[in-house]
T-cell receptor, first 113, second 112 residues
Framework: AQSVTQLGSHVSVSEGALVLLRCNYSSSVPPYLFWYVQYPNQGLQLLLKYTSAATLVKGINGFEAEFKKSETSFHLTKPSAHMSDAAEYFCAVSEGGADGLTFGKGTHLIIQP | EAQVTQNPRYLITVTGKKLTVTCSQNMNHEYMSWYRQDPGLGLRQIYYSMNVEVTDKGDVPEGYKVSRKEKRNFPLILESPSPNQTSLYFC???????????FGEGSWLTVV
């Protein structure tokens, strides 16, 4: 069965600093991996996805994530945080089966001025 | 514009009073699903549907019903709501299980 673990329910970084949000997954088959962002009082928006092509995936708003099979990780990074990046971030995994997406519990990103 | 539309966006109701949250997508997607989002628990899947007249339970189906009579609509039904169903609900759709999932804007439901 697929599962996702996001390390850190809250992450705080200074504006301009590196953003690193951690995601580890468990899957019995090669997975599809996603990062979604949720801004306050809004729905979920896809940031990026990995579907077995390039292991380094670039998404919107300057975010990227690297799929590392040996570490079963799909960490999300951004070189320089902006105040507008403050939001809830969800990592999700799918095995392509009928179960659909399994989400992590989310990481709340706080940007300090 | 491609979108998933949920209604109502906000609702306060009383225990035991049946309610329906509608969901409609205009992308001709086959796969639709419902999630609930609770603090500290992330999103959990309630029900999903792979096509018209095909529905299956997700991780937390108790207390909910769904139907898929038309491809574009996937309503979520709470026959007898209880306070533990107070949550933020999201409807989602995708072309298939492997494709990008599009989410509605969410429905805040409070059961008192």
């Amino acid at each position: 069965a697929q599962s996702v673990t996001q390390l850190g329910s809250h992450v705080s970084v200074s504006e301009g600093a590196l953003v690193l949000l951690r995601c580890n997954y468990s899957s019995s088959v090669p997975p599809y991996l996603f990062w979604y962002v949720q801004y306050p009082n809004q729905g979920l928006q896809l940031l990026l996805k990995y579907t077995s092509a390039a292991t380094l995936v670039k998404g919107i708003n300057g975010f990227e994530a690297e799929f590392k099979k040996s570490e079963t990780s799909f960490h999300l990074t951004k070189p320089s945080a902006h105040m507008s990046d403050a939001a809830e971030y969800f990592c999700a995994v799918s095995e392509g089966g009928a179960d659909g997406l399994t989400f992590g519990k989310g990481t709340h990103l706080i940007i300090q001025p | 514009e491609a979108q998933v539309t949920q209604n109502p966006r906000y609702l306060i109701t009383v225990t035991g009073k049946k309610l329906t949250v509608t969901c409609s997508q205009n992308m001709n997607h086959e796969y639709m699903s419902w999630y609930r989002q609770d603090p500290g628990l992330g999103l959990r899947q309630i029900y999903y549907s792979m096509n018209v007249e095909v529905t299956d339970k997700g991780d937390v189906p108790e207390g909910y019903k769904v139907s898929r009579k038309e491809k574009r609509n996937f309503p979520l039904i709470l026959e007898s709501p209880s306070p533990n169903q107070t949550s933020l609900y999201f409807c989602a759709s995708s072309l298939s299980r492997e494709n990008t999932i599009y989410f509605g804007e969410g429905s805040w439901l409070t059961v008192v």
